[in-house]
């Protein structure tokens, strides 16, 4: 594997309990990756694993998981998630652009917008040359992030917008969180500001990261590109089809033209 990338080291990726706590509301995929793994698996890779959100509702499926993660503190939190299915999981460090695991899986999955940390074409195109590594003739990939939001994208410079509402992992005190963003739709790179607030203690706490903006055209080429055969494109967790007006794009695609 390559050295980890720089991003790795960014302080939203060292704090796993915190990142837990701010994404507390974060469950109504649960159902949809339980099903996916039911339906696909048994065998079930995750890319970009985090601190193991998604391999329970994978694990409760009956299917065996790897997970590959990059930050070290995720994964250490994950496997302290994941010890009552130590005969069924396995938790990797590793780059998502650069893995081999030297086996096969039947569902190769990248969840809740991390493919977004693939910023540039050969970011994502790495990535996917790795997934088709590790596919079978039936094997499945989903990749499952939002469609970007112009109005999301193009706020005004500097203006601080609500951007979440959590308890703090420690003391249990409210924490709020605003953000700015700059994008530059040259590079589709949004850069991204968060703000944390207690109410006492303003920014005691202020973190930059990118995403990149993924439109449904650049996805189907990349994929395309990449030897992926489209099967379905999903606008929501009830698979309903992506469209003009859904927030999510969901793809379900297996090898070959």
């Not at 939203?12 to 099903?35: I, N, P, S, T």
């Not at 790897?66 to 130590?86: H, I």
């Not at 999301?152 to 709020?176: E, H, Q, T």
């Amino acid at each position: 594997m390559r050295n980890f990338p720089a991003e790795a080291d960014l302080p939203v990726y060292q704090d796993a309990g915190r990142y837990d706590a701010e994404h507390w509301w974060k469950v109504d995929d649960l159902a949809f990756w339980k099903a996916m793994a039911g339906e696909f698996g048994p065998q079930v890779l995750e890319l970009a694993a985090g601190t193991g959100r998604l391999a329970i509702p994978v694990l409760q499926a009956g299917a065996t998981y790897t997970g590959v993660e990059v930050s070290e503190p995720f994964l250490k939190l994950a496997r302290d998630k994941l010890t009552a299915y130590d005969q069924q999981a396995c938790l990797i460090r590793g780059d998502i652009r650069d893995f081999h695991l030297k086996k096969t899986f039947d569902l190769i999955f990248i969840g809740f917008n991390s493919f977004l940390h693939l910023l540039t074409d050969a970011d994502a195109q790495a990535t996917l040359a790795c997934v088709r590594e590790h596919c079978h003739s039936d094997t499945h990939l989903i990749i499952d992030i939002f469609v970007p939001d112009p109005l999301f994208l193009y706020r005004p410079k500097n203006k601080r917008v609500p951007a979440k509402n959590y308890p703090d992992p420690d003391s249990g005190a409210p924490v709020k969180v605003e953000e700015t963003n700059r994008y530059d739709p040259d590079t589709e790179l949004n850069h991204l500001r968060w703000y944390y607030s207690k109410e006492h203690e303003k920014d005691f706490l202020i973190i930059d990261f990118t995403l990149r903006m993924y439109f449904p055209d650049t996805m189907d080429r990349l994929l395309h590109d990449a030897g992926f055969r489209v099967l379905e494109k999903w606008g929501d967790y009830q698979r309903r089809p992506l469209d003009e007006n859904s927030d999510l794009q969901i793809y379900v695609a297996v090898v070959g033209q």
